[in-house]
């Protein structure tokens, strides 16, 4: 069985203090009830969390998302594509806003909001005339709201953005089987822009060079791991990671969702997570502790996201 090196980054993480728990829950419209699970990262990314809560629940099994390629490039093909892509010089560091320091440390759980089905159903159609997708369209409104209310006039940041490699790759379906890549993007970046962006990505197979850029561990070893960690955690900040995870409808509960939402840490500040669950969008907020945004100002940024996509929708 192949092993979990992704997991060696989040057992590292773990020993400088920092959490690998990720969040999924289970909201209940009818009671106004929300159930809360946590789930360790070097034990499962979002799908195979979202996978376990669906067992939990009584579903059958079935497949798991798959990405769209059969196996895994090599390692030339793959750095060949890589390299004929234009490198954007934008420094992995991020220009927050001068924000009063709480007065204690911050330990924020996630948030969330739902837009309904009618509302989803717009955007879809409005995704298509546009020629992108609703993810695009979400993240381009996430965006948006990061930066008025978080960033500095005129700056630019990077987003990491998760892809599934399952299908590609051999390893237990519910263990971490997700790569990805990195936008570097402004405050006035459109769904066309992010979209174009996400596909040329895809194109030159970004993510299966992070894939086996973070399988080093495979060569070096969890001590050369903890040493790459301390290198690159000192230098490279990014604004989060934006993870839009598809649809997890639950047709036996039909007045429930259910989302997912990251960790989070100084590096990666901004955890979001994204699911369609019974026609309805869910989507999940948190912000680290190491950035200083109180949970007003966290509830805030989601509710002005979930208002941005209802603007688009009645547009």
């Given at each position: 069985m192949r092993k979990d090196y992704i997991a060696q980054w989040y057992e590292v993480r773990e020993e400088q203090g920092i959490s690998d728990r990720i969040y999924c829950f289970l909201h209940d419209s009818t009671e106004q009830q929300t159930q809360w699970f946590h789930f360790r990262h070097r034990d499962t990314d979002g799908i195979g969390m979202l996978a376990h809560m669906r067992k939990q629940l009584g579903y059958p099994a079935s497949p798991l998302p798959h990405c769209r390629d059969l196996s895994e490039p090599g390692f030339w093909q793959t750095l060949r594509s890589v390299r004929r892509q234009r490198n954007d010089p934008t420094p992995k560091k991020v220009h927050w806003k001068s924000l009063p320091t709480p007065a204690a440390p911050m330990v924020n759980d996630p948030d969330f909001v739902r837009l309904d089905a009618s509302a989803v159903c717009r955007l879809k159609s409005l995704a298509a005339t546009r020629g992108v997708s609703l993810a695009s369209l979400t993240f381009a409104c996430l965006n948006q709201v990061v930066f008025s209310a978080c960033l500095q006039a005129g700056?630019?940041?990077?987003?990491?953005?998760?892809?599934?490699?399952?299908?590609?790759?051999?390893?237990?379906?519910?263990?971490?089987?997700?790569?990805?890549f990195y936008l570097a993007v402004d405050g006035n970046q459109s769904a066309e822009q992010i979209h174009a962006q996400v596909k040329a990505k895809l194109v030159a197979r970004e993510h299966w060079w992070l894939w086996k850029m973070a399988h080093i561990g495979r060569w070096v070893g969890k001590p050369g791991v903890r040493l790459i960690y301390r290198r690159i955690s000192r230098s490279q900040f990014y604004l989060g990671s934006f993870s839009y995870l598809g649809d997890w409808s639950l047709p036996r509960h039909p007045h429930s969702v259910m989302g997912v939402c990251g960790a989070g840490s100084a590096n990666y500040p901004i955890a979001t997570g994204v699911t369609e669950c019974n026609g309805e969008l869910v989507l999940a907020l948190k912000f680290h502790s190491s950035v200083a945004i109180t949970r007003e100002m966290q509830q805030h940024c989601l509710q002005q996201w979930q208002q941005c996509l209802q603007e688009l929708s009645h547009a």
């Open positions: 700056s630019r940041a990077w987003w990491f953005y998760p892809v599934n490699v399952r299908g590609a790759v051999a390893g237990p379906e519910h263990s971490n089987l997700s790569s990805g």
